[in-house]
């Protein structure tokens, strides 16, 4: 039975509980106790107090470690009840200390980028492909940083004096490629590594038991889960929480409380909801597989509700085509999405670049929802159109028969 470990601070249990459990019970400990079985929403901004010289002490300390300040609120781009609420749920399922949200992923990977920057540690070491948005960020460094970009086994070598992050995404996007995360820690050695865990979330991988010192998620995606919320958060050691909390104060990155509520709520179906998707993405990666209008299919030994595939034809063609599937970007709704990635989500990334790291032009990226298997097939075999004359052959290639074959 997948467990998740407890956190020290936590004061409210003391077993280890299941994956199932840690997401319908986490961060709502207390409740029962308030009479409550909701979580409240906490909308203020900012928060009364008539002893001004223990707040001051408070806010001393948090200047001096970014630990969660004790007692009640002070303001809110400080903290809110609300978001911790999230954050603590988070960590438990993914392992770690402690979960730091913001407003967006991309804004929890800033302030990873300025936390290392700030110590001068400017360099980074990364894989791709990564997200377009965050291979964009660390190819212009427009926060400062270097990038050198290398494949899995190259990442030892490519370290420096300098060096202050390893990043990886695993299943990556859009091509799902994997990468041997225990291997990759390993070869960084005292360097941290981040993974971006966001195609995986923690019902399918937690990259902290495997050496990952910071674990981040583009919450948009699977975490919330209905497509109306938009959040990041990194998963990580007290110690870089901290750092990560003084940034996120400094620059205003802040999470709005209802969407942390919105989190929180949807952490309650992740399992459920990973689970059913992956086994309708399972699938339909197989008859993709032996479609011959369909060159090739990625899909992870992981498993997962994310598919992506390349057609001889038209990628255009199936984007203008589909009914029922949802062409649009993102990924991790309870809807299906499909997209074109050298249009849409890699179109930042350099087209050289782009097809080096596997993500040709015929690619097209679908996030599998909770729709019934066989309208979700009837939608692609339309859109995919014509099937080509009885013996023409099958020259589909699946990327990984091993995943298929589960």
Known sequence: MDTTSTRADDGVRTAPRALATEAVHAGRDDLARQGLHAPP????????????RGEAARIDAFATTGAEPDGPPVYGRLGNPTVARFETALARLEGTEAAV?????????????????????????????????????????????????????GVADALRPDTGLVMVESPANPTLAEVDLRAVAHACGSVPLLV???????????????????????????????????????ACDEELAGRLRQVRFATGGVLHPLAGYLLLRGLSTLPVRVRAASATAAELAHRLTADPRVARVHYPRIGGAMVAFEVYDDPHGVIGAVRLITPAVSLGSV?????????ISHRIVDAEDRRGAGVSDRLLRMSVG????????????GALGRRPERGAGNCAHNHNAAALAN
Not at 110 to 130: D, F, I, K, T
Not at 202 to 211: D, F, K, T
Not at 370 to 381: A, I, M, Q, T
């Open 41 to 52: 929403i906490d909308l203020s901004t900012t928060y009364p107090s008539y002893d001004s």
């Open 101 to 153: 949200a913001f407003a967006s992923g991309m804004a929890a990977l800033s302030a990873v980028l300025l936390v290392r920057g700030s110590m001068g540690l400017r360099h980074v070491v990364a894989v791709r492909p990564l997200y377009g948005c965050s291979d964009h960020l660390l190819t212009a460094g427009l926060l400062g940083t270097e990038v050198t970009w290398t494949d899995p086994a």
């Open 196 to 234: 971006d865990n966001t195609f995986a979330t923690p019902v399918l991988q937690r990259p902290a038991e495997h050496g990952a010192r910071l674990v981040l998620h583009s919450a948009t995606k699977y975490l919330g889960g209905h497509g109306d919320v938009l959040a990041g958060v990194v």
């Open 335 to 343: 809807d299906t999405l499909i997209q074109h990635p050298a249009s």
């Open 370 to 381: 909770l729709e019934d298997v066989e309208d979700l097939w009837s939608d692609l075999d």
